[in-house]
């Protein structure tokens, strides 16, 4: 079965340095998205993306975070300046028709640590 | 806001046993209610609810939505241990793409 996939799996950084986190979504799916997981709590919507554009945010995506679809395959999100808050696994989700709330394929995750 | 709130927190059970775990919601324009396993990381499709009192299956797991009274449950009978694992329930509106998870249900099966 085609899969989400995640890199790096683990990403440890300093507070106040950048990071990019990388996701191939499946082929041939339009619609992506990354959700985070803070350790204990619920999964949280960050953003969705289609048509090389921002669909829909939360509060949580603020100017810190950005998006990409820097070439045909992946879908990239940066946090610019990281803080301690930002520790969380962070999922990308692709699928393959409009309105995320259909079946969402999730990748394994990048577990982000900021020290 | 839209709410979801799943119980029970956590639940222990020996093989074979059947389980029930319920998942109630608050959403403004409903449309639709989805069931994840999440084992290690990634949550993986369970089930897409959309009408009530439509009875989904897949092998020993079910799953009904009551939109009336704003639940779903997930039944999963002779359980294994390969089910252990935390059940996430999530709801979606019409309003946009995201999807509102709820907390969760850790559920741990014993041989």
């Known amino acids: 079965e085609p899969e989400v996939t995640q890199t790096p799996s683990h990403q440890v950084t300093q507070m106040g340095q950048e990071v990019i986190l990388r996701c191939v979504p499946i082929?041939?799916?339009?619609?992506f998205y990354w959700y985070r997981q803070i350790l204990g709590q619920k999964v949280e919507f960050l953003v969705s993306?289609?048509?090389?554009?921002?669909?829909?945010k939360s509060e949580i995506f603020d100017d810190q975070f950005s998006v990409e679809r820097p070439d045909g395959s992946n879908f990239t999100l940066k946090i610019r300046s990281t803080k301690l808050e930002d520790s969380a696994m962070y999922f990308c989700?692709?699928?393959?028709?409009?309105?995320?709330?259909?079946?969402?394929?999730f990748g394994s995750g990048t577990q982000l640590s900021v020290l | 806001e839209d709410k979801v709130v799943q119980s029970p927190l956590s639940l222990v059970v020996h093989e074979g046993d059947t389980v029930t775990l319920n998942c109630s919601y608050e959403?403004?324009?409903?449309?639709?209610l989805l069931w994840y396993k999440q084992e290690k990381k990634a949550p993986t499709f369970l089930f897409m609810l959309?009408?009530?009192?439509i009875e989904k299956k897949s092998g020993r797991l079910s799953s009904i939505l009551d939109k009336k009274e704003l639940f779903s449950i997930l039944n999963i009978t002779a359980t294994q241990t390969g089910d252990s694992a935390i059940y996430l329930c999530?709801?979606?509106?019409?309003?946009?793409?995201?999807?509102?998870f709820g907390g969760g249900t850790r559920l741990m099966v014993k041989p």
């Open positions: 959309t009408s009530s009192g």
């Open positions: 959403v403004t324009n409903f449309r639709s």
């Open positions: 999530a709801v979606g509106n019409n309003a946009g793409n995201m999807l509102t």
């Open positions: 989700a692709s699928s393959e028709i409009s309105k995320g709330n259909e079946k969402l394929f």
């Open positions: 082929s041939n799916h339009l619609y």
């Open positions: 993306f289609y048509n090389n554009e921002i669909s829909e």
